[in-house]
DNA sequence: ATGGGAAATGAAAGCGCTTGCATTGCTTCG
DNA sequence: CGAAGCAATGCAAGCGCTTTCATTTCCCAT
């Protein structure tokens, strides 16, 4: 155990203790069956010995790969990238890559410089959130061969980047019915901003379609689009609420508006569902938290980021810019904020 | 605009363009002051032109450094590292560093591994969290002259790295005697386990410490050890309270415990705050979205990563391995869940 | 035994960048 | 007007690894 010494020990060390070439010690360490098992031993040994670990840089430089992966999201303050990129990240670690993340807040623009960053420090792959994206920067990708996986949204066959996801407007669909179902014809909508980001766009579209099929138009629909946050989601919901024809059921874009529409009607006095009823999107665990318990379309966040690790490591391995997507089923939870319409109509 | 061409420009690439060595695009881009007007802009404009990215891997090899920063924390899921790590992140980005990160799903055994792992990859320094570790990584972390600084934790002199972080002791000793000024005389504690992380172990001992100043021995108090989670937190709560001479008061390591402690009690019937108190600690934003609002402590997450990222980046580029610990200060926040001993002595 | 062919190994050329040292070209001053 | 001094630039040697190609070794069929 010499290990831990001044200067990190590299390959020729470990080359010179075990009395073989550079080559020979690198292909015990990348490619094992490719060397004697007497070699290997011998090998192994001296690098135990020496504590020796290899210098990524250098083996990125040489090998033109780094076994790393870049991640650009919106955030990691919100729990529902948080719990998708845990996964993700874990995967990865286990298939003997690292993790480089970066993120924009939400600004379409840093979007593009991250990627770039990521991309001049070698990712060997790009997972992205969601389809928007400008055709310079999938240029970009295509140009530099940098295989990219989109996640959180679901690749319908017109997108640039193969996607893993599920049917953002589908689920909504599906929630919208179970909505209409129970007599509401009075829908309040509470997005998040839609310009920049398909997921949300596509949701609110989901509802738009359902809608359209029972024969009702924009009059029944009124969608707001705010912020992401609990307090912007409450606000929504007050706004919302003082409209003359209020509605009897407000769906969200995602969990975080709806809990916070959930405080702002306990504050405003409004009894969820029986005044009206609410919705979210995403099950994160604060949809059981609250009182009553949302009613919310479960999203597999854990299994998509295992997946995209594995789905994004085999393009880096196999070096395809293409792979089937994949789309993940939702599935709708009722739990306590979704009833009957109040029938005041 | 010839960028994105095939084969990515290299240095040599914008060195023919301009008409200077190599040597001077290096000084250009990274001493722009070692080098004449006139030239910079000469080579400026091939860079611009030639679209040319630096290779990170190169650069790192040859100047023995990444412009990389390692973090190696339990999870990402945790609101309270999300936050954190989020704010660290966005900071790194500005002083132009980017972040590797590694989880340790609360493993002792993986975090060692993942620090090799991100000081071979090069990481010119690293962010911990806490302080409980072994001498040997202490020894590697010296060995090879790797900044690293501990998060979420104070150093009171006796730790061997760097922190920043707050008083984790002193802060539940002060909640602790909003308790007991409540007339708490029976108190339970649901802690996250205690074993190989000081933060929890800290705040139990600040609420024996405060309990021994009022001369409350052992018998006042009962803790339980649990798993981080909102169920193991109701789960433990469930325990506490179907002891023989049950808590009045029960104070919570972090909040998640606390909010699933909340939801067993109404599970179980019991009135918060009349007939049991309940606390936290961190005051993550599900803290105010529960019904009672939680009563709990206030942590700078935010603060913490940004000036995290600050001095790390200073002991990289002061190539310092210590530096002086700071001490953010926490705050009670009194909302709902702490009220007067029912009295039932 | 022995020649042939496959498998194992070694020698050495880079990968794209930084940087110590040598060189060039100015300015400045005696 | 020439030498000294200094700033700007160029030269070239690495940084630690991978990988091609050539060489050696080994095994087996003959």
Known sequence: MTGDTRRPSKLADVARLSGVSTATVSRCLNTPDRVVPATREKVLKAVAELGYAPNFSARALAARQTFTIGAVIPTMEN?????????????LGRLGYTLLIASTSYQESLEEEQIRNLAARGSDGLLLIGHHRSNRVLDFLQGREIPALVAWAHNDGTAALPAIGFDNAGAMAELTREVLARGHRRIGVISAQTAANDRARLRVAGIRATLADVGLGSAALSVIETQYGFDAGGAAFSALMSQEASPTAVMCGNDVLA??????????????????????????????????????????????????????????????????????????????????????D
Not at 79 to 91: K, L, S, T, V
Not at 307 to 336: C, D, F, G, H, Y
């Open 259 to 344: 809990v916070g529409a959930l405080r702002a009607a306990r504050e405003l006095g409004i009894s969820v569902p029986n005044d009206v009823s609410i919705t979210g999107f995403d099950d994160i665990e604060i949809a059981t938290l609250v009182d009553p318990p949302l009613t919310t379309i479960h999203v597999p966040h854990g299994a998509m980021g295992h997946r995209a690790a594995q789905m994004l490591v085999q393009m880096v391995t196999e070096k395809r810019l293409n792979m089937p997507s994949v789309e993940l089923s939702t599935t709708i939870v009722l739990r306590a904020t979704l009833g009957p319409s109040p029938g005041n």
């Open 79 to 91: 729990a529902i990238f948080a719990r998708g990129i845990q996964a993700f990240q874990e995967e």
